[in-house]
């Protein structure tokens, strides 16, 4: 982040006037004629300045991930989630002395570009893959993304829960694929935009966010991808026979409704509703601790004791938001 100090210049009556730097008049293209700012005043008494009409400059940037003999494929693809995070337009991945790409890099490749949003292969030799972003970053609000990754979260946690309790194995095969896949590509997608706003704050304009809300909408998608984990790790385990099939099915709609009231709050800013998502975290633990569980019952029992705490985590997290914008406010409503 650049700091400058520049003096105030009164300029006669009540008006003053301040200077702005020429180097970030030219980068956000306000050097042409009849150009306009918008100043916003924020809760904190400071000002933040961006141009009237926002624009996103054309990504040009590219990177080479090279592969040679002791390269292996999670490391590869780990480069390449770190340059599409970084909103690169162009990844070429290529072996060093043009010896073919292994069949394992290459089925790995093409799996995580289907994971990737905006992204696909646009030239593939026996030595080389190059992928392009074809994505226009600023099209994607954040809100908009949570939104589509919680109804997918919730929707696997819903299948896996009925698999779990009714032994559907049509859930099963939803959890695992489609919805799976959509989920991490929505997390992936939300990361990269939060990456990008945290550089730029014209862009984290265009995508209806704060740069102070960065911190909270990451915490906020990392446990919407954790729901949507757990969902995932009940379908692999399969359908368990449990003992206590109506002691569970309470926990587990209890637990449902903390996540997805936790969530509302988040996206509504309601201190009930993110009031009723932490109170539901230590009704959900008594009636589990009043359970006896088998081994068949002990990954159901944990991961909906987790699932009541990524819930929890998400009301105190709306909570300390609600505080923080009423900071200077001497009544918080209770």
Same mark, same amino acid.
Request: hydrophobic share 40%.
């Given at each position: 982040?650049?700091?400058?100090?520049?003096?105030?210049?009164? +300029?006669?009556?009540?008006? @003053?006037?301040?200077?702005?730097?020429?180097?970030?008049?030219?980068?956000?293209?306000?050097?042409?004629?009849?150009?306009?700012?918008?100043?916003?005043?924020? =809760?904190?008494?400071?000002?933040? !300045?961006?141009?009237?009409?926002? #624009?996103?400059?054309?990504?040009?940037?590219?990177?080479?991930?090279?592969?040679?003999?002791?390269?292996?494929?999670?490391?590869?693809?780990?480069?390449?989630?770190? $340059?599409?995070?970084?909103?690169? *337009?162009?990844?070429?991945?290529?072996?060093?002395?043009?010896?073919?790409?292994?069949?394992?890099?290459?089925?790995?490749?093409?799996?995580?570009?289907?994971?990737?949003? $905006? *992204?696909?292969?646009?030239?593939?030799?026996?030595?080389?893959?190059?992928?392009? =972003?074809?994505?226009?970053? +600023?099209?994607?609000?954040? /809100?908009?993304?949570?939104?589509?990754?919680?109804?997918?979260?919730?929707?696997?946690? $819903?299948?896996?829960? !009925?698999?779990?309790?009714?032994?559907?194995?049509?859930? #099963?095969?939803?959890?695992? &694929?489609?919805?799976?896949?959509?989920?991490?590509?929505?997390? @992936?997608?939300?990361?990269?935009?939060?990456?990008?706003?945290?550089?730029?704050?014209?862009?984290?304009?265009?995508? &209806?966010?704060?740069?102070?809300? %960065?911190?909270?909408?990451?915490?906020?998608?990392?446990?919407?991808?954790? !729901? &949507?984990?757990? #969902?995932?790790?009940? /379908?692999?385990?399969?359908?368990?026979? %449990?003992?206590?099939?109506?002691?569970?099915?309470? /926990?587990?709609?209890?637990?449902?409704?903390?996540?997805?009231?936790?969530?509302?709050?988040?996206?509504?800013?309601?201190?009930?509703?993110?009031?009723?998502?932490?109170?539901?975290?230590?009704?959900?633990?008594?009636?589990?601790?009043?359970?006896?569980?088998?081994?068949?019952?002990?990954?159901?029992?944990?991961?909906?004791?987790?699932?009541? =705490?990524?819930?929890? =985590?998400? &009301?105190?997290? /709306?909570?300390?938001?609600?505080?923080?914008?009423?900071?200077? #406010?001497?009544?918080?409503?209770?």
């Amino acid at each position: 982040m650049k700091t400058t100090r520049r003096k105030l210049q009164f +300029a006669g009556n009540s008006s @003053y006037v301040l200077t702005l730097p020429k180097q970030w008049i030219t980068q956000v293209n306000l050097n042409v004629p009849k150009s306009e700012v918008i100043i916003e005043e924020l =809760d904190d008494s400071s000002l933040r !300045i961006f141009p009237a009409t926002l #624009s996103t400059p054309e990504r040009t940037s590219q990177t080479l991930i090279q592969v040679d003999k002791n390269s292996k494929p999670e490391e590869i693809i780990r480069l390449i989630l770190a $340059g599409y995070l970084a909103s690169k *337009s162009q990844i070429t991945i290529q072996t060093i002395d043009e010896t073919p790409l292994p069949p394992d890099f290459v089925i790995q490749i093409n799996d995580i570009c289907d994971k990737l949003w $905006g *992204s696909e292969i646009i030239e593939e030799s026996i030595d080389k893959i190059i992928i392009h =972003d074809a994505l226009n970053p +600023a099209q994607m609000k954040i /809100v908009e993304i949570v939104r589509k990754a919680w109804f997918t979260a919730k929707n696997m946690l $819903g299948r896996a829960l !009925i698999m779990m309790f009714e032994d559907y194995q049509e859930s #099963s095969k939803l959890v695992i &694929g489609k919805s799976e896949r959509t989920l991490d590509k929505l997390y @992936y997608l939300a990361l990269r935009q939060l990456y990008h706003a945290a550089s730029s704050v014209v862009f984290a304009t265009e995508i &209806g966010i704060y740069p102070s809300e %960065i911190i909270d909408y990451h915490f906020l998608i990392k446990n919407i991808e954790r !729901i &949507g984990d757990h #969902s995932e790790q009940l /379908v692999k385990l399969g359908p368990k026979k %449990i003992s206590n099939k109506k002691a569970f099915q309470t /926990v587990a709609d209890l637990t449902k409704k903390a996540c997805e009231d936790a969530i509302i709050s988040f996206l509504q800013f309601d201190e009930n509703l993110a009031q009723d998502a932490i109170n539901q975290k230590t009704i959900i633990n008594k009636h589990l601790d009043k359970i006896e569980v088998t081994l068949d019952e002990f990954l159901l029992y944990k991961s909906l004791s987790r699932l009541a =705490d990524y819930a929890s =985590d998400i &009301g105190e997290l /709306v909570l300390n938001r609600i505080f923080t914008q009423n900071k200077n #406010s001497k009544n918080v409503n209770l």
